[in-house]
């Protein structure tokens, strides 16, 4: 048996021989992918240093196109392209940095035949080195009317996409990398991974397309207008489709961009008037004014008043303690207690008044015993003193400006609980994943919608009766803000804002060791009884049984999400979506001919869509393996 050897991957640099160049090669030859190349491009003529044929065991060619003179940033990136030998090929700049698993977790990623372009999210890193936040996120090609779908490195595409004519346009000084993948979208769909692969130095260089001394709006604008001009046909198009600008209008929305979001809007009213969702939405944005924010710039705390904020700690006063108040002491915002309760009693360590600045009380609420999680939990609320509230456990991180990032999110007035994503560490401290994002309510039926270090929320709903409830030693927390989704909205920040150590701990809800399946499931159950009432409105949505479907079929639990998908096609029985999940839904139960019935459907309305072809040429496979065992 012979191993396919994997495709050749060109990461290509655009080179003013600044001193980051060095980090950059090292990110660039740290892939885990085995199989690539870096090609640098000499865009500061013979004044570039000489570099190896090798750079820690990869390939190396510098190419200087022109010696005599500078690169435009448009010229020295088709220099790039003509010089590219891979299937795919990746731009990085000189002063940026790609994470080890940046090629291996987009080749890795699922995707259709016909996309040909695959991008994840970007870390953004200020000129100190800190993370403000991060960019790109799942959508359309909507976005690309108001910026880039992605950052020029955490974009991989295919040579074939260079072979068919898409070029850098040197009309463009900056926004090239925007022109191009413009130029990319009118070709191919993209594929969206939600991870962090990259990190971007906005404030490092000199394109004026960064922040801070790297930013020059009225270069950009003057861009923008030209590169809108160019497109006029492809953004007519898009615009054109009035659910996929709704799509657009509500990520922009969550994610704190109010201009854009209220572009999208109005363009949903103008294709159809009097949308009663977009009118809403504009209402809203029009009832709490905010300053425009940058297109792609993370939001930046603003004090002029303060709030003030409890950080709530139950605690076991476990050695991770004293990492867990550092973290909340290093928060950004300026108005912060610190909130302990003992929950193992009088054997609770002494701790001081005040820790690294910050005001800090001790409580201990039942000295003789241990508390478990809820009463614990309802200990800290009755001592908390903030308007706005957040746990954190004794084991777990906040990042520096995780308060700060979620009081400066817009947010309506409904909206009294704010949460951001949570970076998942193992039991050595290797990140693996993430939790958090933004849903609908209905996503509290099947599982939190954040974790608790990642949520904020205000005191005003401890007033009206929100606790923990005694009778779920596990899950609490997510009892809790069902307790509070009955009685506000939920406002999704998208940056990563904290770190959950979900394999350490003695829960029974995290990860690995830390797991009870047993006690997952009971309580899960539990938690559906308690409160059947606020979900039964919300499962009788076609929208909401065609999202819980999904979520039963990604755990491989298909009879489960049959009960959710085929009511949905009840009351839906032309969505397409709904068709597609209880198609694939009953090929894994074995329900082959409802399956071929359902997927046929959908290849009728969508007849070009891969995805649906891809499935039915599943669907063909299962049935034969089935008849051969037979």
Not at 40 to 49: C, D, F, I, S, T
Request: hydrophobic residues 45%; proline residues 6%; aromatic residues 8%.
């Amino acid at each position: 048996m012979t191993v396919a050897t994997p495709p050749l991957v060109s990461i290509l640099i655009r080179s003013m021989d600044r001193p980051t160049l060095t980090r950059a090669l090292d990110s660039a030859a740290a892939q885990t992918w085995p199989n690539l190349e870096i090609v640098v491009v000499a865009a500061n003529g013979a004044a570039h240093r000489p570099l190896p044929d090798a750079w820690k065991g990869r390939p190396l060619r510098l190419v200087r196109a022109q010696p005599e003179r500078r690169l435009a940033r448009p010229d020295a990136a088709n220099v790039a392209l003509q010089a590219a030998r891979g299937k795919w090929l990746n731009f990085l700049d000189d002063d940026d940095e790609l994470l080890p698993q940046h090629l291996a977790t987009l080749l890795a990623a699922p995707r259709a035949q016909d996309e040909r372009v695959v991008f994840s999210r970007t870390r953004v890193i200020d000129a100190q080195g800190r993370t403000l936040g991060h960019v790109s996120h799942a959508g359309n090609h909507v976005q690309l009317y108001f910026h880039s779908r992605a950052t020029t490195c955490a974009l991989l595409f295919q040579r074939s996409l260079v072979d068919e004519g898409v070029r850098f346009d040197p009309a463009f000084a900056v926004h090239e990398d925007h022109d191009f993948q413009v130029g990319c979208a009118t070709r191919t769909p993209f594929r969206y991974v939600d991870e962090a692969t990259c990190l971007w130095h906005a404030q490092a260089g000199d394109s004026g397309c960064g922040f801070g001394a790297n930013a020059d709006a009225a270069l950009r604008t003057e861009h923008v207008l030209r590169l809108r001009s160019k497109w006029d046909a492809a953004f007519r198009h898009w615009l054109g489709d009035a659910e996929a600008v709704w799509s657009a209008g509500r990520q922009y929305l969550q994610g704190g961009d109010r201009v854009a979001a209220r572009a999208c809007f109005e363009q949903v009213l103008h294709l159809r008037p009097g949308d009663a969702a977009a009118t809403q939405a504009l209402a809203a944005i029009a009832s709490q004014p905010v300053a425009a924010m940058s297109d792609a710039a993370p939001a930046q705390a603003t004090h002029n008043d303060p709030a003030l904020v409890s950080i709530l700690i139950r605690s076991m006063d476990r050695p991770t303690l004293e990492r867990a108040l550092d973290s909340a002491a290093a928060q950004t915002w300026p108005n912060i207690e610190l909130v302990v309760v003992a929950a193992c009693g009088s054997r609770h360590r002494a701790l001081p008044e005040t820790w690294k600045g910050r005001q800090l009380r001790l409580v201990f609420p039942h000295p003789d015993r241990n508390l478990p999680r809820p009463d614990a939990a309802n200990a800290c609320l009755d001592a908390a003193r903030g308007a706005w509230l957040n746990f954190l456990d004794d084991d777990d991180e906040l990042l520096p400006a995780h308060v700060a990032t979620l009081l400066s999110a817009p947010r309506t007035p409904a909206a009294r609980v704010v949460y951001a994503r949570a970076r998942v560490h193992d039991q050595h401290g290797k990140a693996v994943g993430s939790v958090g994002f933004a849903s609908y309510p209905v996503q509290l039926y099947y599982q939190n919608r954040s974790h608790p270090a990642a949520t904020l929320f205000q005191r005003s709903l401890v007033e009206e009766g929100a606790r923990f409830d005694p009778d779920f030693p596990v899950y609490e927390d997510h009892d809790f803000f069902i307790n509070c989704a009955t009685r506000c909205e939920f406002q999704f920040v998208d940056a990563t804002t904290c770190i959950w150590n979900a394999f350490i701990g003695d829960s029974g809800a995290g990860h690995g060791g830390n797991s009870d399946d047993a006690q997952h499931a009971f309580y899960h159950d539990k938690l559906h009884r308690k409160w059947a009432s606020f979900f039964a409105p919300l499962l009788g949505q076609p929208e909401t049984l065609i999202y819980v479907g999904q979520q039963y079929l990604r755990e491989n639990d298909p009879e489960k999400a049959l009960a959710y998908l085929e009511r949905a096609l009840v009351a839906r029985p032309d969505d397409i979506n709904a068709l597609n999940l209880a198609g694939m839904a009953n090929l894994r139960a074995g329900n082959f001919d409802r399956a071929e019935t359902l997927l046929m459907q959908a290849r009728r309305m969508l007849p070009d869509h891969a995805g649906i072809r891809s499935n039915l040429d599943l669907l063909r496979r299962a049935r034969a393996a089935a008849a051969q065992q037979q």
